[in-house]
T-cell receptor, first 113, second 115 residues
Framework: AQKITQTQPGMFVQEKEAVTLDCTYD???????LFWYKQPSSGEMIFLIY??????QNATEGRYSLNFQKARKSANLVISASQLGDSAMYFC??????????FGKGTSLLVTP | NAGVMQNPRHLVRRRGQEARLRCSPM?????VYWYRQLPEEGLKFMVY????????ESGMPKERFSAEFPKEGPSILRIQQVVRGDSAAYFC?????????????FGPGTRLLVL
């Protein structure tokens, strides 16, 4: 069975600091994709970053980077230089085959001034 | 390039009524997915459609729920005889192609409240 686990229900970080949001996954399939989405209080789902299981390097997109540790089955999201607008729910998701994304329960991030 | 559009954004129904949720994918996207988000939960896959075809509805309840993506017009998620447990946010996503790495782009969601 495929499973995504986000163990941090809530996180605080001070503005301009970096923060790491944890995500572990479970699959026996060697081929999979990992995604992070942001859901602000307005409710929409915003795609942030993607990491493929065969990618040699960690994915980066602006202030977002993905710390991919395949042996540990973890795909943590790192947000550098946090901004107030980063306050939101963050969801980790995995796709093993086909099309369905399997989401974790999310982590609520609050950025304080 | 407009994003995925969903309407209505909010929908209130009484128990036993029907709910119809609409989704227009991004231009050039022929793959549509519906997800449901219960309070305090992540999104759960419901159904995957291509034009005029339901490809996978394994995540959709067997009764009362149906989905379509006609040749012309938006994709529709239909819930008949709604119950309070159907209250949730329903998200539609689309992608241009199919693949492990393919990003699904989400609409703003429809918040359904069943009274």
């Amino acid at each position: 069975a495929q499973k995504i686990t986000q163990t941090q229900p809530g996180m605080f970080v001070q503005e301009k600091e970096a923060v790491t949001l944890d995500c572990t996954y479970d699959t026996s399939d060697p081929s999979y994709g990992l995604f992070w989405y942001k859901q602000p209080s307005s409710g929409e789902m915003i795609f942030l970053i993607y990491q493929g299981s065969y990618d040699q390097q960690n994915a980066t997109e602006g202030r977002y980077s993905l710390n991919f540790q395949k042996a540990r089955k973890s795909a943590n999201l790192v947000i550098s230089a946090s901004q107030l607008g980063d306050s939101a729910m963050y969801f980790c998701a995995m796709r093993v085959s086909g099309y369905a994304l399997n989401f974790g329960k999310g982590t609520s991030l609050l950025v304080t001034p | 390039n407009a994003g995925v559009m969903q309407n209505p954004r909010h929908l209130v129904r009484r128990r036993g009524q029907e709910a119809r949720l609409r989704c227009s994918p991004m231009k050039g996207h022929s793959h549509v997915y519906w997800y449901r988000q219960l309070p305090e939960e992540g999104l759960k896959f419901m159904v995957y459609l291509q034009k005029e075809n339901i490809i996978d509805e394994s995540g959709m309840p067997k009764e009362r729920f149906s989905a379509e993506f006609p040749k012309e017009g938006p994709s529709i998620l239909r819930i008949q005889q709604v119950v309070r447990g159907d209250s949730a946010a329903y998200f539609c996503a689309s992608s241009p192609t199919l693949g492990l790495e393919e990003t699904q782009y989400f609409g703003p969601g429809t918040r359904l409240l069943v009274l």
